[in-house]
């Protein structure tokens, strides 16, 4: 049975930090793609980042680049989110996602995983 678990998720005024982290039990994460995505209330979920597990391939959104990076430790079977910078606008509900596509153009998408977690909030005040 396949589980992603989330957290680090909190609240941080804006220009502050925080570090998801998901573990995963269930597959040996080196041989997957694996997602973090987000959604807020009334929004459609948007893929933040993700790596693939192919050619290791990483995408960000034009919305976090520069400020959030993805970090896969495959002996961990875990990855992470660094997020800097933060701003009100990333106020949402973070969730990680494995058994999909991370594509170098438009990330991810989020009807093509199949294993979610159940997510963190993530709560920027300005």
């Known amino acids: 049975q396949v589980q992603l678990v989330e957290s680090g998720g909190g609240s941080v005024q804006s220009g502050g930090s925080l570090r998801l982290s998901c573990a995963v039990s269930?597959?040996?994460?080196?041989?997957?793609?694996i997602a973090w995505f987000r959604q807020s209330p009334g929004k459609e979920r948007e893929g933040v980042a993700c790596?693939?597990?192919?050619?290791?391939?990483?995408y960000y959104s034009d919305s976090v680049k520069g400020r959030f990076n993805i970090v896969r430790d495959n002996a961990k079977n875990a990855v992470y989110l660094q997020m800097d910078s933060l701003k009100p606008e990333d106020t949402a509900v973070y969730y990680c996602?494995?058994?999909?596509?991370?594509?170098?153009?438009?990330?991810?998408?989020?009807?093509?995983?199949?294993?979610w977690g159940q997510g963190t909030q993530v709560t920027v005040s300005s």
């Open positions: 269930g597959i040996t994460l080196r041989h997957y793609t």
């Open positions: 790596t693939s597990g192919v050619d290791d391939d990483i």
């Open positions: 996602a494995t058994d999909g596509f991370c594509y170098s153009d438009t990330g991810a998408r989020p009807s093509e995983y199949d294993y």
